[in-house]
């Protein structure tokens, strides 16, 4: 997109933004999909995937919502230092997501903690999460990844011992198999080890953005086949494929810890971006 963009083009891009993230899995994701249907071999799991490989195909056809949890809206957003919007970026994020709401529909899902009242609209304190990045340029580039309560609610944090590095790879297989099939798997999983207690939980995040085709390393291989030989399987009804991906992502920490977070995403693994400006 052009460097120069007015409020109302930019809350409109959010929009459509958003309502891509809500209806059109990455290809990546459905790639994923597509090839564990194709190898499992328990016949229950074998239908649920071709059920979730249907659901994604009338979401994108008939631009609705491929699940009823539409999530709360976390947005990563990398901000060029040279990039001048010339107006409250924050502020045009928060009114795109009111509208959004109404017009895609989304679920109203976003709470006061405490009162549990419901603001109808998706933002609140604190809501839509948006986290910052700022790099060289003129741009910048907004990820929407919509984030669901059933898998939120199963993903961990545990501040270990830095003795303690070799039972990371448990760590993770004790939260899957706590989680069961309540988070819709197969999932995704992101892993932040290091930084301190809050960088590592948004690193597990960051990570569920990485492209599932991704080259895995050692310990990402080394999780994943773990975490699969569990059986637990497609919405926890068993089978071969528990997990389609894992990644993990490190930061340097204090050298007296080392903390690790676990991020579990259903199958909906939904994500999308934008880029505005870079153009001279």
């Keep these: ?9 930019f809350i409109q891009s959010i ?3 958003l309502r891509k993230a809500e209806t059109e899995l990455p290809e990546d994701v459905v790639d994923a999909l597509r090839k564990a249907e194709t190898a499992e071999e328990n016949d229950v799991a074998k239908s649920q995937l071709q059920t979730i490989l249907k659901n994604i195909e009338i979401a994108k056809k008939h631009g609705v919502p491929m699940c009823q949890d539409t999530g709360i809206m976390i947005f ?19 009114e795109a997501v009111i509208l959004a709401t109404a017009k895609i529909p989304l679920r109203p899902n976003a709470v006061d903690p405490l009162s549990r009242k419901n603001s109808g609209n998706n933002t609140g304190a604190g809501i839509p999460d948006i986290h910052w990045k700022l790099v060289p340029g003129k741009h910048l580039k907004i990820t929407v990844a919509p984030k669901g309560a059933g898998s939120e609610n199963m993903s961990s944090l545990r501040m270990f011992n830095p003795t303690e590095i070799g039972n990371i790879k448990n760590f993770v297989l004790e939260t899957v198999v706590n989680a069961g099939g309540m988070p819709c798997p197969p999932l995704t999983i992101g892993v ?5 207690f809050d960088a590592a939980a948004r690193l597990a995040k960051e990570a569920l953005l990485e492209p599932l085709d991704t080259q ?4 990402e291989k080394e999780i994943l086949e773990a975490v699969n030989a569990l059986g637990i399987g497609c919405m926890g009804l068993g089978g071969s494929t528990t997990a389609l991906s894992v990644h993990v992502k490190t930061a340097y920490c204090h050298t007296a810890s080392l903390p690790v977070a676990v991020n579990i995403q259903c199958w909906a ?12």
């Design 269 to 280: 693994n939904r994500h999308a971006s934008i880029v505005f400006g870079g153009e001279e």
């Design 15 to 17: 929009v459509d933004l």
């Design 76 to 94: 990563f957003a990398e901000i060029g230092s040279e990039f001048q919007p010339g107006f409250d970026i924050e502020a045009a994020i928060q």
């Design 216 to 219: 895995m390393d050692v310990l």
């Design 1 to 9: 997109m052009p460097s120069k963009i007015s409020r109302e083009t």
């Design 192 to 196: 932040g080890i290091g930084g301190s």
